[in-house]
């Protein structure tokens, strides 16, 4: 591996992406991955792995078996080897692989990816699959099933057996025999049946030796009387050792048929459990996609080392190329400044390597043509090289190759030699690689290079908050701010005396305590406003509350309305239904009268229908009113009401002018604007009318009287019309001409 990328522990992360991988082939492409330089190809394989990782979180991961190389076994089949067992066990499980993984895919409810390529590409082979498991029962075994020779054969093999086992059972049991025999069994030597016979009783039992023990006491007989069936067995033996090999040539022949297939399908197989690693892998990390570009401007939130562990880092926020070209981070030892170089470098080289990294959604990760690091101390006493020395050599290498598209961190620059050379060093070497136009971080302790990074545009300072009270750094990067390396404080809580503390500090220049005192106010003044901007995230955040509070409640009165106007509406349609029912009865009622004003009880049916309709009129006045009944409260009439009084009508908090007396039941009519209505007096208030001021102005009664006589009709015509109807349109009749001030009406009326 690049020792750059060596130095960032790239090759620590693609180990962990290996043990993500489920077989060799997997983890080899995992371990030599590395970073790509083109920007369209870390885009495509970034994608790739979101794509997997979208849809190992929708459908789970697929599952992915240790499945074998099989492209050497395949190639010598093509040849017209014969494979062994174990070698036809790897090809079916290669078979089930790509199977599987089709049927995953086909799950998927024909999402479009950009590794579906993949899924579709795989070829299942299901027909040489079962063939295969059909036959091989194990490494070492064939099937019976594997074909109907092969089981004919073995069936042969087994009912000989069994007859010679029935007649050497007969010997064993013969009397005579058995003080031959040195145990009364039936054993086998070199696959032909025996039995273990006392070596001075040799003679009594006609045969062929085999073998004898070890202390010789007993000879393995085979019986003469089954030589022959011993003979018949060994040849069905060979005959089944050539029908196995007739099968094992036959299956591999048909790899070799489907053998480039399932090359092909291994590798991608491979690659697919790569992209599944990464989405794992990811998961692990909690890890987002970075927007991929090629400006040369890295922008990471919330970005976290993923070889620290989760519970602990410190989420950081990075950004570079953007406003500035170089970042001079700045802190005390044990800051964060080196894990900080070591993050920004690790992570843009895992977005280059197309895995997701762990950040915050909106990072922004450029491709670089080098990533340059010299981190470390790496004196060597075999090559003779001191601190400094081992870093200058690696800056040298640098600066040959830095250009553009280089991303350089240098950790402690100019350090490990004298503070004024080794400052103005790093200075020198800092404007070299900025002509270059290399983007680039650098920490330090030099306060030459805070000046230098106050004084100069495209350079800003940053610094590695650390807490002097408790000794803990935050880990917190403060962009804009440098740090203090806090030597005295950290000296002086660490037990230094504070005689040797004062010492030091008018040791130290004039120039060097003012500067450490700007810094000391820049700090108080960028805490002050941190404690301003979180109140007023605060107060955000709070009126956001209470404006989505407010939104909702909006929301719920509008639901209701509109649920109470629905209730509305059909409220009134049945009123108007009610109404329209009842009238079409009164109408009904009325017409049967009519017929029967000649009859002797006319007056009497007809008083009675009056009072009913009276009722009736009543009673869908009271169903015809949508107005809800409205608290009362105690209130008492200050004298009785009369025709012509002003009053408020409580209910529905509505002026009127009473148009008649209150009859029996204390029901009045009031008239109110163009609507008349019928209400009881409980539920009105009599009001005083307002008075007009006319300020002087004559006016002629003479004009008032003919207006009004013009606008209301001075006639009523009710001939034909029954008495109920007729009385009621008299009654309105002379209200209105009351009301309007008409002097003289006419009725015109019939009989009656």
């Not at 060596?6 to 962990?16: A, P, Q």
């Not at 500067?515 to 108080?524: K, M, T």
């Not at 009913?612 to 009944?629: E, F, G």
Request: charged letters at 30%; proline letters at 3%.
């Amino acid at each position: 591996m690049n020792k750059y990328y060596k130095s960032l522990e790239l090759h620590k992360i693609l180990e962990m992406l290996s043990n993500e991988a489920s077989n060799s082939k997997t983890k080899e492409m995992a371990l030599e991955l590395e970073p790509m330089t083109d920007v369209d190809a870390v885009r495509n394989e970034l994608q790739k792995t979101t794509h997997a990782f979208d849809l190992s979180v929708k459908f789970g991961t697929p599952a992915f078996y240790n499945f074998k190389d099989v492209t050497g076994s395949i190639n010598r089949a093509k040849s017209g080897a014969s494979l062994s067992l174990r070698e036809l066990l790897d090809v079916a499980q290669m078979l089930q692989q790509i199977r599987m993984l089709t049927d995953w895919y086909k799950s998927c409810s024909d999402i479009e990816t950009s590794i579906g390529y993949l899924f579709t590409s795989l070829a299942p082979n299901k027909y040489l699959e079962d063939k295969i498991k059909t036959a091989v029962i194990s490494e070492d075994e064939i099937s019976d099933m594997a074909s109907p020779e092969l089981a004919n054969i073995r069936r042969k093999i087994a009912q000989a057996g069994i007859r010679i086992r029935e007649s050497l059972d007969k010997l064993v049991r013969s009397s005579e025999v058995q003080k031959s025999l040195q145990e009364n069994i039936i054993t086998m030597r070199d696959g032909r049946y025996v039995l273990p016979v006392k070596a001075e009783f040799k003679g009594n039992i006609q045969g062929l030796v085999h073998a004898s023990s070890s202390s010789g006491s007993t000879l393995f007989i085979e019986p003469i009387a089954v030589v022959e069936a011993n003979n018949n067995i060994k040849v069905l033996q060979g005959q089944e050792q050539d029908e196995i090999d007739r099968i094992i040539a036959e299956l591999s022949a048909e790899c070799a048929s489907f053998g480039d297939s399932i090359t092909e399908d291994y590798n991608t197989c491979a690659v697919l459990n790569l992209y599944f690693a990464k989405a794992n892998l990811a998961a692990k990390m909690k890890a987002i996609s970075p927007e991929i570009t090629d400006n040369g401007r890295l922008e990471l939130k919330k970005a976290r080392h993923p070889l620290i562990d989760k519970n602990k880092v410190v989420p950081v926020d990075i950004s570079l190329g953007i406003a500035y070209q170089a970042l001079i981070v700045t802190g005390p030892n044990t800051g964060g400044k080196t894990v900080l170089l070591k993050t920004a470098g690790l992570l843009t080289a895992m977005s280059m390597c197309g895995m997701m990294i762990p950040a915050g959604d909106g990072s922004k990760v450029s491709v670089f043509e080098n990533i340059l690091v010299d981190i470390g101390d790496q004196q060597s006493i075999e090559q003779n090289l001191s601190t400094f020395s081992s870093h200058i050599r690696n800056v040298v290498e640098i600066l040959k190759i830095a250009n553009s598209r280089s991303l350089v961190l240098l950790d402690e620059l100019g350090s490990g030699t004298d503070p004024v050379e080794g400052a103005a060093l790093a200075v020198a070497i800092i404007e070299n690689l900025k002509e270059k136009n290399s983007k680039l971080i650098v920490t330090t302790h030099y306060q030459e290079l805070k000046l230098y990074a106050i004084e100069k545009d495209g350079i800003e300072n940053a610094s590695c908050e650390f807490d002097v009270a408790t000794l803990q750094p935050t880990y917190r990067l403060i962009i804009g701010s440098p740090g203090k390396s806090n030597a005295f404080s950290i000296s002086s809580k660490l037990g230094i005396p504070d005689s040797i503390i004062e010492s030091a500090r008018e040791i130290v220049s004039t120039e060097n305590q003012r500067f450490e005192e700007v810094v000391e106010q820049l700090e108080a003044s960028r805490n002050e406003l941190e404690k301003q901007n979180d109140e007023i995230k605060r107060l955000k955040n709070e009126h956001s509350e209470k404006l989505a509070e407010l939104e909702k409640e909006i929301e719920n009165f509008n639901a209701k309305k509109d649920a109470e106007l629905e209730k509305a509406r059909i409220q009134a349609v049945r009123i108007i239904e009610s109404c329209r029912m009842q009238a079409d009865e009164l109408i009904d009622e009325l017409n049967l009268i009519r017929k029967e004003k000649e009859k002797a009880d006319f007056s009497q049916k007809a008083v009675s229908a009056k009072s009913r309709s009276r009722s009736a009129l009543d009673k869908m006045y009271d169903t015809a009113n949508p107005v809800q009944k409205r608290e009362q409260k105690e209130y008492k009439l200050p004298r009785p009401l009369k025709r012509g009084d002003h009053v408020l009508i409580f209910d529905i908090d509505k002026k009127g002018i009473l148009a008649s007396d209150p009859d029996s039941n204390g029901n009045v009519f009031v008239q109110a604007g163009i609507m008349k209505t019928k209400v009881n007096i409980s539920k009105l208030r009599l009001i005083e009318p307002e008075k007009v001021s006319y300020q002087n102005k004559k006016i002629s009664s003479k004009g008032v009287r003919s207006k009004l006589e013009r606008s209301t009709a001075m006639e009523l015509d009710i001939r034909g019309h029954a008495v109920d109807e007729g009385i009621h349109e008299v009654d309105m009749f002379i209200d209105n001409a009351v009301l309007t001030g008409a002097g003289i009406i006419t009725v015109i009326h019939g009989k009656g």
